[in-house]
T-cell receptor
Framework: EAGVTQFPSHSVIEKGQTVTLRCDPI?????LYWYRRVMGKEIKFLLH????????ESGMPNNRFLAERTGGTYSTLKVQPAELEDSGVYFC???????????????FGQGTRLTVV | DAKTTQPPSMDCAEGRAANLPCNHS???????VYWYRQIHSQGPQYIIH???NNETNEMASLIITEDRKSSTLILPHATLRDTAVYYC????????????FGGGTRLMVKP
């Protein structure tokens, strides 16, 4: 069974440009999470989808970030326009049921390393 | 969710048991203790979790004190590949809940 896959693995863009990150969760997983780790800081929650609906987007830093999950399958995270402080590693995770409501674990992808120059 | 405290770093000799402590003195009765790890720049990986009983799986053992204010993750025979940052997280089993990562413990397994 394929795990959580993220694309691209690395992205280098200039300040002001747009970047779109993609996450394919494990098939059948309704819950999809985005996290990010900015250099030298802790891994921070960004948002949570249940199927195609945003359950919690309290961690989204500002309105330059837009996440979608059309059809409840894969998700995209767009940063527009990108700023230097957006550099970091963006992780996606998925879980089968309402995460942590029934002893389920979250499976993480390998992350996308974003560098804004 | 209750906050956790972990030592920032630990060393362990290869082949020996690695015992990683975690304090969670404000844990509530229905909060679980989870352990994840992040190896180098990979995504975090689930290890184990428990409520109040000790737990064991193919990766590790989790020992939770009777008062539940602290726990210890035990890697019985640490290998070089276990070098990673280990995160202790407590949270409610609640639909929509998410992991909150702290600083973790950087475990260095040495030959």
């Amino acid at each position: 069974e394929a795990g959580v896959t993220q694309f691209p693995s690395h992205s280098v863009i200039e300040k002001g440009q747009t970047v779109t990150l993609r996450c394919d969760p494990i098939s059948g997983h309704d819950n999809l999470y985005w996290y990010r780790r900015v250099m030298g800081k802790e891994i921070k929650f960004l948002l949570h989808f249940v199927k195609e609906s945003k359950q919690d987007e309290s961690g989204m830093p500002n309105n330059r970030f837009l996440a979608e999950r059309t059809g409840g399958t894969y998700s995209t995270l767009k940063v527009q326009p990108a700023e230097l402080e957006d550099s970091g590693v963006y992780f996606c995770a998925s879980s089968q049921q309402g995460a942590f409501s029934m002893n389920t674990e979250a499976f993480f992808g390998q992350g996308t390393r974003l560098t804004v120059v | 969710d209750a906050k956790t405290t972990q030592p920032p770093s630990m060393d362990c000799a290869e082949g020996r048991a690695a015992n990683l402590p975690c304090n969670h003195s404000t844990i509530s009765g229905n909060e679980y203790v989870y352990w994840y790890r992040q190896i180098h720049s990979q995504g975090p990986q689930y290890i184990i979790h428990g409520l109040k009983n000790n737990e064991t799986n193919e990766m590790a053992s989790l020992i939770i004190t009777e008062d539940r204010k602290s726990s210890t993750l035990i890697l019985p025979h640490a290998t070089l590949r276990d070098t990673a940052v280990y995160y202790c997280i407590v949270l409610l089993h609640n639909a929509g809940n998410m992991l909150t990562f702290g600083g973790g413990t950087r475990l260095m397994v040495k030959p």
